[in-house]
């Protein structure tokens, strides 16, 4: 395993017993396996939120060395985050944009999201003013009513885009609500008002510009949304979007989330532990804490439902889960300091997902891989690197 080569976090921390360790390998086959799902489409890969907790900067890297032609961001600074890094494939930033940041997209080459005729006027001035012509993609709202041009309203923007000298206009784009809910109706409704905005290009005689509309849950149940290119999120890294949601293609977790315990001791019946003393036995038991907290993102809410593995054996979480620390009771079975604890990962048999941490704190996998917080270090396993060491 190697320390991450993130600027902010030097190798000494790796000494911290928690850390993320992500399989750029697993990343890898799961990236192959959603191109060879989609055929012919092109496949951008999602890195916002750091990269869904996984590291924007490694994982963005990564996705450059074995190929992948286009990333999609959030924010305006992940992209920069990414260029400052030696990524230099198109980069398009999803989100809304503020006149102010225009100079910054153009300097950093980074694909705009042309969310309005007011947006794209003023991303074609800031281009005209530089002499250059800048990369844009349309953005349409088929029902989100998040960004975008209402669907019934789209013809201006696209006429509006015909005229921009400075521009190229390289997608146009849209985003489900519901492509990963049982019932499909509402997404087909999305479908199909996108599709009839794309009638403009046809009724000219216009090339298309690249169509795109699926996030994983289309990736997954809509294959007729799949178009020109597609944008997996949480799919790329292993997890799926949603309990109901069809598993028509196999993708793997690159994501494990460890810890070790720094604490045993004997907590004798009618002890109460952690605040509030929300937890108490009602005969002696052992109990190890760990130096995890909600302060890394390992949510309060989970508290009283969270398991952890110890020894390759499932334990529950007891009383409040605390900042920096929360304690496991492991009955009268052994452990020692120094013992590795999964949060999220494998032991021997036994395994806990990001969707059981979800279903404990009450939210999405999303949430809960957004949020493991920078405070833990990230290690990056490759084949072709060296094996894990043991920082013990
Ligand atoms: C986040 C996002 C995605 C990826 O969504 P997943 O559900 O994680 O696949 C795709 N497109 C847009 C516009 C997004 O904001």
């Not at 042309?114 to 844009?136: D, H, M, N, T, Y």
């Not at 890394?296 to 920096?324: E, K």
């Not at 013992?339 to 990001?354: F, N, P, V, Y």
């Amino acid at each position: 395993m190697q320390a991450s080569n993130h600027p902010t976090i030097s190798t000494r921390f790796t000494l911290r017993p928690t850390q993320v360790q992500v399989d750029l390998e697993a990343l890898t086959r799961n990236l192959q396996a959603i191109q060879r799902h989609v055929g012919a489409a092109q496949v951008m890969p999602i890195l916002k939120a750091n990269a869904y907790g996984h590291g924007l900067v490694r994982v963005g890297q990564h996705m450059q060395a074995i190929g992948a032609k286009m990333l999609g961001v959030a924010y305006l600074e992940e992209g920069i985050l990414l260029r400052e890094a030696g990524v230099s494939m198109p980069i398009l930033v999803l989100g809304g944009i503020l006149g102010s940041q225009t100079p910054l997209f153009l300097q950093h080459n980074l694909t705009v999201t042309a969310s309005s005729i007011e947006k794209l006027e003023f991303v074609e001035q800031a281009a005209a003013a530089q002499g250059i012509r800048a990369k844009v993609h349309l953005k349409i709202d088929t029902g989100m009513e998040r960004i975008g041009v209402h669907y019934y309203n789209a013809e201006g923007l696209l006429e509006a885009a015909l005229k921009c000298r400075h521009l190229e206009v390289e997608g146009i784009f849209s985003h489900f609500a519901n492509a990963d809910a049982a019932d499909l109706s509402s997404a087909r409704l999305q479908l199909e008002r996108f599709a009839e905005v794309l009638h403009f290009y046809e009724k000219r005689g216009l090339p298309t510009p690249l169509r795109h509309m699926a996030n994983s849950g289309a990736i997954l149940q809509l294959p007729e949304a799949h178009l020109d290119l597609v944008r997996p999120g949480i799919l790329l890294y292993g997890v799926y979007p949603a309990k109901e949601v069809q598993r028509s293609l196999t993708v793997e977790p690159a994501l494990a989330w460890t810890s070790r315990a720094v604490y045993f001791k004997v907590v004798q019946a009618g002890h109460p532990v952690s605040y509030g003393s929300t937890w108490q036995s009602d005969h002696p038991v052992r109990v190890i804490t760990v130096p995890v907290g909600y302060g890394d993102g390992y949510f309060r809410a989970m508290s009283g439902q969270a398991q952890v593995l110890v020894r390759g054996a499932r334990y529950p979480v007891v009383g409040t889960i605390c900042m920096d620390q929360f304690m496991v009771n492991i009955e009268n079975d052994s452990a020692y300091n120094g013992d590795s604890i999964t949060l999220i990962g494998q032991d021997g048999a036994e395994r806990i997902s990001a969707e059981n941490l979800a279903e404990w704190a009450g939210t999405i996998p999303y949430e809960i891989l957004t949020n493991i917080n920078t405070r833990v270090p990230r290690v990056y396993r490759q084949d072709d690197q060296p094996q894990p060491k043991d920082l013990s």
